[in-house]
């Protein structure tokens, strides 16, 4: 044999274990695609139904949310009501009612009944003079010492 033939086997042989590790990677990657079309498969029979439900699931929630904004305005109306009935009752009833109380209280002081005036008291009025009290003579006739 001659060196030419020598290297023509060593490049078949060579070129055999490429071939055949070549071959051996093909076969696994079509395993790899058969497992990704199932997988596939398997996830798009899950997801059609699941998709489904969520439709259902956002078409029920709209229809809450449509109930749940007529009765917000169902509400609004009542506010709106029940606030010019509040106007309507202060109106009507408000400034009569005042009148007819401030009557009654001037009554009563006029015929000597009533509480005294807001703010008056019926004790004498005491001043704070650097930390002491004095009554109300007392301070009468210290103003009538310093006037004298």
């Known amino acids: 044999m001659s060196g030419g033939e020598v290297a023509g086997i060593l490049v078949a042989v060579f070129w055999a274990i490429l071939v055949s ?20 498969a398997d ?8 998709l489904a439900d969520a439709s259902d699931a956002v078409r029920s929630a709209q229809t809450q949310i449509d109930r749940v904004d007529a009765i917000a ?21 408000g400034g009569p009612l005042v009148k007819v109380a401030a009557f009654g209280y001037g ?3 006029a015929l ?3 509480d005294a005036a807001p703010g008056a008291s019926r004790e004498p009025r005491r001043t ?3 930390g002491r009290t004095l009554p109300a003579e007392g301070r009468a006739s210290r103003t009538k010492r310093k006037r004298d």
């Not at 590790?21 to 596939?40: D, E, G, N, P």
């Not at 996830?43 to 699941?50: C, D, F, N, Y």
């Not at 029940?82 to 109106?91: D, H, N, Q, R, Y």
């Open 21 to 40: 590790f070549l071959a051996v990677a093909l076969a696994r990657l079509a395993q790899t695609l058969k497992a990704t079309t199932k997988l596939v």
């Open 43 to 50: 996830v798009t029979e899950q997801a059609v139904p699941l």
């Open 73 to 93: 305005s169902d509400v609004q109306e009542v506010t709106s009501n029940a606030s010019a009935l509040s106007t309507t009752v202060a109106s009507t009833f």
């Open 107 to 109: 009554v009563r002081r």
């Open 112 to 114: 000597g009944r009533g």
């Open 128 to 130: 704070v003079i650097v």
